[in-house]
């Protein structure tokens, strides 16, 4: 049975720490980002039942709002990455643990991106729709997918577009928190030689990700190292509205710490 516990981080902000009742513990905690504006609790309340499901199986789990989101109403004039940096030294001091697995979905991704490079502490990278490039595996499935339509739905789509007025075009990466194209791969390989457990799912309502090539053709080789899991649901939208859809990742993500985590004994009792 978990235990929730409120964690306090100093300057009015707070977090929900949920740990097991019992004293088996892994050693690691989760640490689930906020998936865009959205509240701690994360989409249908993902990320709480997430924690709670984790927690019974032996992992501490953390979810708390970055300044400026939910109830940390009050903005912070510290890099966005030092900040979380500071929660993991909050919950190192207040409850022994040394060993993080961040991220989460769609900024929350890339934001335990920058964390994971940024501090060693970081065993764990949990990255759902994060970066991805478009090369060719992307422009030959977008081909595929436009094939499959009909010859009249082609041709209204070639219609519509000649009657629009030229935009400004703004790609995924515009909008997102990503380093610049082709840095990822060394930062990928750096994670890798470092021993950080890596689990990448990409659902179909990441628009910018069509092809299961285009993980390899992002990070390259090192997608083939041992600590990598890869996932592709294109069954799935990204905020994962469908309640069968988020028992799904919850097991999954589950059966993901239990595998590479269970190794680990816990911290000291506080």
Partial sequence: MSIDHIVDLGDDRFG????????????????????????????????????RQL??????????????????????DQPLVKTMRAGMDALERQFGYSRFVVGGLCSAADLGWQVAIADPRVVG????????????????????????????????????????????????GDLRDWPAAGIERTQFASLVERGVEQFHLF?????????RGQFRETYGRAVNAASVVFHHWPQCDHTFFAESDRRALIRTIGDWMAQRFERYHGPPNR
Avoid: M
């Fill in 16 to 51: 929900i720490l949920s740990r097991s009742g019992e004293a088996a513990d892994s050693g690691v905690c989760v640490i689930l980002f906020n998936a865009g504006f959205i509240h701690r609790s994360g989409p249908f309340r993902l990320h709480a039942r997430l924690s």
């Fill in 55 to 76: 927690a019974d199986a032996g992992h501490a789990a953390f979810r708390f709002d970055a300044p400026g989101i939910g109830d940390s109403i009050g903005r912070s």
């Fill in 125 to 172: 990278l949990l990255s759902i729709d994060g970066l991805a490039r478009q090369g060719w595996s992307y422009r030959i499935a977008r081909l595929r997918r436009a094939l499959r339509k009909s010859p009249l739905r082609r041709l209204g789509s070639l219609l519509r577009r000649a009657r629009t007025a030229p935009r400004i075009r703004v790609g995924d």
């Fill in 203 to 211: 659902t179909g309502g990441a628009g910018y990700f069509l092809s």
